[in-house]
């Protein structure tokens, strides 16, 4: 019983991890990049529920970058990575954005590397599960 609960378990966090890690790298494999310009910060609120009733109300920063798409046409992409503050930075900052040229609204800014971390270590962990489950059933115990 705890080796099909493992098995379906880690179906589940492999399946849903590799997804996210394909969202997460699929324009950096066949996406375009080009080069935007901050145009304008766009925030976002979280509340974190404390131990002692009280909330705290976050607030988290996010880039919006201006590029322009092959075709000419204009797009915003707001960054998945977030600030505690606003950044110094002025507006026209360039940034590298990568875009898929079918959807040009489906972009994302660079870098790579911090959006992927996150689904990467739960599809190990998914990986691990599914060989913790399948691993008795081949052996005959």
């Known amino acids: 019983m705890t080796a099909i609960t493992l098995l379906i378990i880690g179906v589940i966090v492999t399946w849903a991890s590799a997804a996210a890690l394909w969202q997460a790298?699929?324009?950096h494999l066949i996406g375009r990049r080009v080069s935007?310009?901050?145009?304008d910060w766009r925030y976002t609120y979280h509340h974190q529920y404390l131990g002692n009733g009280r909330i705290l109300l976050l607030r988290h920063f996010h880039p919006a970058v201006r590029f322009e798409a092959s075709g000419g046409s204009p797009h915003d992409v707001v960054s998945?990575?977030?600030y505690d503050e606003v950044q110094n930075w002025p507006i026209g900052r360039p940034f590298g954005v990568r875009y898929d040229p079918a959807n040009p609204r489906e972009a994302t800014i660079d870098p790579l590397a911090p959006t992927w971390m996150f689904p990467a270590v739960f599809l190990i962990a998914g990986v691990i599960m599914l060989w913790a489950a399948v691993r008795p059933l081949l052996s005959g115990h």
């Open 25 to 27: 790298v699929k324009l």
């Open 36 to 39: 935007g310009a901050l145009v």
């Open 80 to 82: 998945d990575l977030a």
